[in-house]
């Protein structure tokens, strides 16, 4: 990661609405909304037809969007604007649509220029679906300006 571009990004002036994961004004989004649990973000979603990869089942795309958003939220929640550089997702069985999937994440270590987390889905009864680790850099705010918060 040492070797990666430098990469500008204004997060003062992010379109929060637009966001396909989070974003309430995006007409093809997922719409899901996290909430802080102690140290942990935690967001429940409902699948449907134009989320399906195999006729019935989620797409592994949308599972993956899923985790690394519930990992964004965590580092939110600890006051870390942060942007994904590593992420590992493991599957562990097929999700149906219109099964109620339950999303947790948390941080897991912090540094001066990253943070890790880890996230889980399952359903509601507990069968486990899919969890990822993440590596994200944190994005510091222009001089002088401070980011919007979600």
Avoid at 29 to 55: C, M, S, V, Y
């Amino acid at each position: 990661m040492a070797n990666w571009p430098q990469v500008s990004i204004d997060i003062i002036e992010k379109e929060l609405d637009m966001c396909f994961a989070c974003g309430q004004n995006n007409p093809i989004g997922l719409k899901i909304n996290f909430a802080r649990d102690g140290k942990t973000a935690r967001a429940e979603f409902t699948p449907n037809n134009f989320h399906q990869g195999w006729a019935g089942v989620v797409h592994g795309g949308i599972i993956t969007c899923l985790l690394d958003e519930a990992m964004s939220y965590a580092a939110l929640f600890e006051g870390v604007n942060s942007l994904t550089a590593k992420m590992q997702t493991r599957f562990r069985r097929p999700a149906k649509i219109d099964e109620l999937l339950i999303i947790t994440a948390s941080l897991t270590k912090k540094t001066r220029k990253l943070v890790e987390a880890k996230a889980e889905m399952w359903l509601k009864d507990g069968t486990p679906v899919a969890d990822s680790t993440a590596t994200m850099f944190i994005l510091n705010p222009k001089e002088g300006k401070s980011p919007k918060r979600i």
